[in-house]
C-alpha cells in the first residue's frame, strides 16, 4: 500500500490534528464569555467549523449564504454544532418545546443535542429518522416515500435536510401528509437572498461541482427568495421568525449562533 504524503493530503490531515488538539485543551479551559445552551458550560471561544474558514467554498461569500455561523460552529465542551444552539433558543423563546409535549413527533436527521432536547420536552412519540441510519435508535425513513399514515404526526424536524434531498417538492407534500391538519413543521435549511430562485441543476453531480455551486458536496441546491414559495405550495403556512425580533434579548456572539440565520417553522394550513 502506499501512502501519498504530498501537501495537498497532509495540509487536511493537520487540520485535523490541530482542531483535535484544540477542542481537547479548551475542555480544559474551566470558563470564559460564551455560552452553550446545549450543554450549560462557559467557554473562552466557539469552534470554527473542522477545517477553518479557508475550507469554506467561495460561493458561500459569494451569494452571502445565511446558513450556519462556519466561524463559531462547535462548542468545546460538548460538540454542539451553533444550528442546534440556535434551534434551541428559537424554540424555548415560542414555546415550541411545550408544542413537543405529548406530541408525535418525527425528527430527520436527528442531532445529537437537539435530539436530548426534544426527549425532555416529553413527546408521547418520538421518531429519529435518517436515509442512512447511524445508531440502533435510528429508523430507516426514506423522505420521499414514507410508509407513515396520512396524519401521523404533530411535528416533524428536518434541520439542514432538505438541501440534501433530490425532490423537496416530493418531500415536502410527503411531510404535509404524514402531518395532522394543523400540525409544525421545522424546516431549517440554508439559503441565499441574493438568488431570485433557487438554483438546482440535475447535472452537477460530482462532489466538486456540488461543492462549488451549492457551497457543500452533499447539497443538491441552493434555496433563493422563492424559498417561502416553495414551502407555501406545498401547502404550509408560514410561522418563520427572525433572530432581531424572536432572540432580541441572545447575544450571538455569547451563544455561539447565526443572528442572520431564520427559525424555518411553517404549519401545515
Ligand atoms: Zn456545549
Not at 436515509?131 to 429508523?139: E, K, N, T
Not at 402531518?179 to 453531480?205: C, H, K, N
Amino acid at each position: 500500500m502506499s501512502v501519498d504524503l504530498s501537501i495537498s493530503n497532509t495540509l487536511p490531515f493537520a487540520k485535523r490534528i490541530w482542531a483535535s488538539f484544540v477542542r481537547r485543551y479548551s475542555r480544559l479551559v474551566l470558563s470564559g464569555p460564551c455560552h452553550c445552551v446545549c450543554c450549560n458550560q462557559n467557554s473562552p471561544f466557539f469552534l470554527p467549523f473542522t477545517g477553518g474558514t479557508s475550507a469554506i467554498p467561495p460561493v458561500n461569500y459569494k451569494l452571502d449564504v445565511v446558513g450556519s455561523d462556519l466561524r463559531h460552529y462547535s462548542c468545546p465542551k460538548c460538540e454542539s454544532s451553533d444550528r442546534e444552539r440556535h434551534l434551541k433558543l428559537y424554540c424555548q423563546k415560542l414555546e415550541v418545546d411545550r408544542l413537543m409535549a405529548s406530541a408525535r413527533v418525527l425528527h430527520f436527521a436527528p442531532e445529537r443535542w437537539f435530539a436530548v432536547f426534544v426527549a425532555a420536552a416529553g413527546p408521547s412519540e418520538h421518531i429519529k429518522a435518517d436515509l442512512y441510519p447511524v445508531a440502533a435508535d435510528i429508523q430507516k425513513v426514506d423522505m420521499l416515500a414514507m410508509s407513515f399514515p396520512n396524519a401521523s404526526f404533530d411535528l416533524v424536524i428536518a434541520n439542514h435536510v432538505l438541501e440534501h434531498v433530490a425532490d423537496d417538492a416530493q418531500a415536502l407534500s410527503e411531510i404535509h401528509r404524514v402531518l395532522r391538519p394543523g400540525g409544525w413543521a421545522i424546516l431549517q435549511t440554508p439559503y441565499s437572498a441574493m438568488l431570485q430562485t433557487t438554483f438546482e441543476d440535475a447535472g452537477i453531480v460530482s462532489r466538486d461541482a456540488r461543492e462549488h455551486a451549492y457551497g457543500q458536496d452533499d447539497h443538491v441546491r441552493l434555496y433563493g427568495q422563492d424559498i417561502f414559495d416553495r414551502f407555501a405550495a406545498a401547502g404550509f403556512e408560514s410561522r418563520v421568525a427572525r433572530h432581531e425580533t424572536a432572540l432580541i434579548d441572545i447575544d450571538p456572539a455569547v451563544y455561539g449562533v447565526n443572528p442572520r440565520e431564520p427559525f424555518f417553522l411553517f404549519q401545515r394550513a
